[in-house]
């Protein structure tokens, strides 16, 4: 410490700077009220834009730094990249919905901007201890996303069950990295990985396996999936957007960090548990999202079984595993995305919608809704030539190169049951009979990100290789 | 030899058809209008451009010719390989040709949403040639099953009144092989290193591993085909499906079944199409009787040509599995000519059904009075599709017959007695439509055939006749071809030393099971 500079704080800035930026808008907002708040979202989004471009001028030196505390490689900067533009794409989404819905309330992207700290130091930990911070830095702030809407019963409740079951979960995960400690000595994950390298302890399995299910509860993997559909349906549409598209991505970048770091030694354990991990979120999103009538239920099943998917991935192992998790958890995102723009945009006489049969005979009232939700759907259940077939085409590459055929044979026929409820939605839009109009003011910003959406999943086919190669690039540094 | 990528073109240019069909702009039946000349022109293009394949066509060579390649997926070494041989050729064919007929014969029928039908359908085109082009397996797959995409939507939004349980039983049979095939293909990629389909033809795989692969490729084609027991979706989609709709189904979809055979599973698992033959056999017996049967007591006039197509398509695999010369020649000869006779006997139930509304048999009779042009078409194309010699189907079904004889001689008996129930099914069809008492008097008031639909029947019974008399204009250019596929194959059998076979089947008659 005794040459401390500020040049020490380099490989740290983009979180600091997002720390101060959310400070200095929490005062803003203190002072100018409710009324400032497209002002904050909009500041908060230049603070994330601002983040990434320190990010993109960070040297990247993949050696541990902050007394060992985190870590900055080109797999850190991929993942925090992708959460940054995720975080950006909700917020955009999000300003218009805020005033529609009545939630003008100025912490709303502070709120934001802090999980978006928690994510982002969770996702360069390289101790426990960082690791935790981070992880209840972002949980927190989530849990008072989801009850934004403070006078509203399921917003209230949703809010409730995710903190109730988040705070189970986090104990676990207390209790887990207090058993390694226990029996490693370290909390620091070279130390451990080294440790566990020559020595395997019943003790520290037994805490890693308590670490693991505290993860698989915010990437919300059956069998700790319970509380997604509720807080899903719960949470204002725009909360739900976020959590659909960011905190699982980088709860799932540290729980690929976790296994390929401190608990490399421990992989014939972990690759039971990922294997059933993945089995059972593909049954369950696919066989459980098949009579549900409300559309944000019906995302969060498919997210169960999209992580899923994604975990086929990590189960594969390897670089061809691991960065086609990067692909699809990237795919997944865009698509994503634009879907919850168009949910947003499910409004008549000022109420939100949110049945499946309130997009009744789209495709005739208003086609430039319809068809972009059309070719998404097809897209996520992986229908070529659109990008989620290519998603869902390096993971089963992967697969099979492991030999996971077993795995991989299963989740291809969860992916046509998913077909399945895809298309329901595309039969309500375009063999139903129409109701009335919805709302047709649709701000910029939610255009921008559905156009994008969409372009980046019809267009992917062109040019599928940069994508590959980056992921492939991001995870060598990882083994 | 050729100088611009006319495969690529021959599959984008209906994209570009799309194109301008979404820049029309104007009243609704004004662009109803345009949309429909756009997708006819662009159709009518395509099919004279397809015509310049034909003639430059080498009929020496048993090469993949107008081969066109670039860089795609880099990343993981897949290519942009496009090509035709003798195989492909005559379906790509197909294809350019039976779509402009589709947009035509839908030019009065279709009045709601005419746009997005012309657009499903150029769609479909690009799908449909490019599949039968790809030479690179991922490729082949994007096509294969990006088809049923337009296709959901042409059954779901034109079509009849149970029409969303056609199109969701139409595109989860469908999707349920082809993902099977999937994982068969990356295991193919994986264990051959590309995913190049000629180097893949030439790639000796261990023969449990074939026999894997061959199932999912099965799985796949069998039900795109389709094959007795999996055809159960075929008859429910094209009752329900717009008559252009059907047209397409049954004369180009379910080739790609057949030709799926012929470009993956014979050349590339050899010895397990060796080991599975006699049971595919067998089951295109069971289809050709069985669903013979069935058609005979169908009401309904597209359920019982529905039927006849899966007994059609039981004489191809028949022929395609007897791997003999004439047998794979004449199951080819059999897609073809099922796709023209089935297109035009399917646009016949199309022409009565749009004045009347209904497809119940028993509601015409006698139409040989009012419609007398009408009984002429309706009757070659019902000859052509009993197999009369002087029709293609004749040709398509003997040759098959023939086949099938050199392997097995009681499967080749047992499946001639499907060439007498199909002349019983639709020589009955033909006498309760045409001929009779017109015992209705709507039935009996209509109009004969008007322009249009001349102009889209005539062209189709030409081939059929023609096809029929000169078949060695096609025979001429797929025999190179199959002779190459055949001689390959045998020697690929003769390269695996038999010792090795009997230890592998001991071990999948062991293992297969317990999994």
């Known amino acids: 410490m005794e040459n401390f500079s500020l040049s020490y704080l380099n490989p740290i ?36 834009v601002g983040a990434l471009f320190l990010m993109a001028g960070q040297e990247i030196t993949n050696e541990p730094i902050l007394n060992e505390m985190f870590i900055q490689n080109n797999f850190t900067f991929f993942m925090k990249m992708l959460v940054v533009g995720g975080l950006i794409t909700s917020l955009a989404l999000s300003v218009q919905y805020l005033y529609q819905d009545n939630i003008i309330k100025f912490e709303y992207p502070i709120l934001v901007l802090f999980s978006g700290v928690g994510m982002m130091l969770m996702i360069s930990a390289n101790d426990m201890l960082s690791l935790y911070m981070g992880l209840e830095l972002q949980s927190l702030a989530l849990y008072v996303l989801a009850t934004i809407k403070r006078d509203h019963a399921k917003s209230a409740e949703s809010g409730m069950k995710y903190f109730v079951l988040g705070a189970i979960s986090s104990g676990m995960l207390l209790f887990g990295i207090s058993l390694v400690y226990g029996f490693t000595g370290s909390t620091n994950f070279d130390v451990i990985g080294t440790t566990l390298a020559t020595e395997l302890s019943l003790g520290a399995v037994i805490g890693f396996v308590f670490i693991l299910s505290a993860l698989a509860f915010k990437i919300s993997a059956v069998p700790f999936h319970m509380w997604t559909p509720d807080v899903y349906e719960g949470a204002p549409t725009s909360v739900t957007a976020l959590f659909a598209l960011v905190p699982k991505v980088a709860a799932i970048a540290l729980i690929i960090r976790l296994l390929f770091v401190p608990f490399a030694a421990l992989s014939d354990q972990w690759f039971q548990i990922m294997w059933l991990l993945a089995f059972l979120s593909m049954a369950v999103g696919a066989f459980a999202a098949l009579r549900q009538d409300n559309i944000k239920r019906l995302m969060a099943y498919s997210s169960i079984s999209n992580v899923g998917f994604a975990l086929i991935g990590i189960v594969a192992g390897g670089e061809t595993g691991v960065s086609a998790v990067l692909v699809y958890l990237t795919l997944y995102m865009i698509m994503t995305a634009g879907v919850f723009g168009i949910i947003m945009c499910m409004r008549r006489d000022g109420v939100g919608l949110e049945n499946i049969s309130d997009l009744s005979g789209l495709s005739k009232n208003a086609p430039w809704l319809a068809y972009p939700l059309a070719i998404l759907m097809f897209s996520i259940s992986g229908i070529p030539p659109l990008a989620g077939f290519f998603s869902k085409f390096v993971i089963f590459q992967a697969a099979i190169e492991s030999g996971l055929y077993t795995l991989a044979v299963f989740g291809i026929l969860t992916s046509v049951v998913a077909a399945y409820y895809y ?57 | 030899m050729i100088d611009f990528p006319i495969l690529s073109l021959l599959t984008f240019l209906p994209l570009v058809g799309v194109l301008f069909i979404l820049l029309v702009r104007g009243k609704e039946e004004r662009v109803a209008l345009n949309a429909r000349r756009v997708a006819l022109y662009t159709t009518i293009f395509n099919f004279i451009l397809s015509l310049y394949l034909l003639f430059n066509f080498d009929d020496k060579s048993a090469e993949f010719q107008f081969v066109e390649k670039a860089e795609w997926f880099g990343a993981l070494g897949i290519q942009y390989h496009m090509g035709v041989d003798g195989i492909s050729l005559f379906f790509v064919l197909l294809a350019t040709f039976l779509t402009p007929i589709c947009i035509l014969s839908s030019w009065n029928s279709i009045k709601s949403r005419v746009k997005e039908y012309m657009i499903a359908f150029l769609i479909l085109q690009t ?22 995409i337009p296709m959901f939507i042409i059954i779901g939004v034109w079509g009849g009144s149970r029409r969303v349980y056609s199109a969701f039983k139409f595109f989860l049979y469908t999707l349920f092989g082809s ?11 994986l264990e051959a290193g590309t995913s190049d389909i000629p180097t893949l033809m030439d790639t000796a795989l261990e023969y449990n591993m074939q026999i894997w692969l061959f199932l999912a490729f099965f799985a796949s084609f069998a039900v795109k085909m389709p094959m007795w027991p999996v055809h159960t979706w075929l008859p429910d989609a094209h009752v329900e499906a717009p008559t252009a709709g059907s047209v397409i189904l049954a004369g180009v979809l379910l080739k790609m079944g057949g030709y799926g055979f012929l470009r993956f599973s014979l050349p590339m698992f050899p010895e ?95 139409l040989v009075k009012n419609m007398p042009k009408y009984a002429t078409v309706f009757m070659i ?103 190459k596929l055949i001689t390959k194959y045998e020697s690929r059998l003769k390269q695996s030393p038999a010792e090795s076979i009997d230890i592998a089947t001991n071990q999948i008659g062991t293992t297969g099971v317990s999994e």
């Not at chain 2, 993902?179 to 990629?189: D, E, N, T």
């Not at chain 2, 047992?414 to 639709?426: E, N, S």
Request: some cysteine; aromatic content about 12%; proline content about 2%.
């Open chain 1, 13 to 48: 800035w983009p979180e600091l700077f997002l720390a101060v930026a959310g400070m200095v808008l929490l005062v803003v907002g203190v002072l100018r009220g409710n009324s400032s708040t497209r002002f904050i979202c909009v500041g908060a989004m230049a603070a994330f």
């Open chain 2, 272 to 366: 397990a199409t060796e080991y599975f033959a006699p049971m595919i056999m067998w089951l295109s017996v069971i289809a050709i009787i069985y669903t013979s049967l069935v058609a005979l007591v169908q009401e309904d006039m597209k359920k019982l040509i529905a039927y006849s197509s899966v007994a059609h398509m039981g004489f191809v695999t028949l022929g395609i599995f007897s791997v003999t010369t004439q047998g794979i020649e004449g199951g080819i000869f059999q897609m073809l000519s099922h796709g023209i006779i089935s297109a035009a006997l399917f646009l016949c139930v199309g022409v009565v059904y749009d004045r009347l509304h209904t497809r119940e048999i028993s509601r015409y009779g006698g």
């Open chain 1, 423 to 479: 298309l329901r939605i595309i039969k309500v839009m375009f063999f139903d009979e129409a109701l009335d109009k919805f709302e047709s003011s649709i701000e910029f910003s939610r255009k921008i990100i559905i156009v994008l959406s969409v372009f980046v999943t019809v267009a992917f086919i062109f040019n599928p290789s940069p994508l590959i190669e980056i992921s492939k690039l991001a995870v060598q540094d990882l083994f």
């Open chain 2, 179 to 189: 993902v099977l095939m999937l994982i068969a293909l990356l295991a193919l990629y």
């Open chain 2, 381 to 483: 194309l019902m000859l052509g599709s009993v197999g009369l010699p002087g029709t293609s189907g004749f040709i398509g079904e003997f040759l098959a017959l023939m086949g099938a004889f050199q392997v097995n001689t009681y499967v080749a008996v047992f499946a001639t007695t499907g060439v007498v129930f199909g002349a019983a099914y639709m020589l009955v069809l033909y006498r309760r439509v045409i001929f009779g008492a017109q015992h209705n008097k709507d039935a009996a008031a209509m109009k004969d055939l008007n322009k249009i639909e001349y102009t889209c029947l005539v062209p189709l019974v030409l081939i059929v006749l023609w096809m029929g008399i000169a078949p060695s204009y096609v025979m001429d250019r797929v025999a190179p071809s199959v002779e």
């Open chain 2, 127 to 148: 799908f449909m040639i490019g599949t039968f082009c790809a030479l690179d397996a991922v490729l082949f797959y994007v096509f294969f099953e990006g088809v049923l």
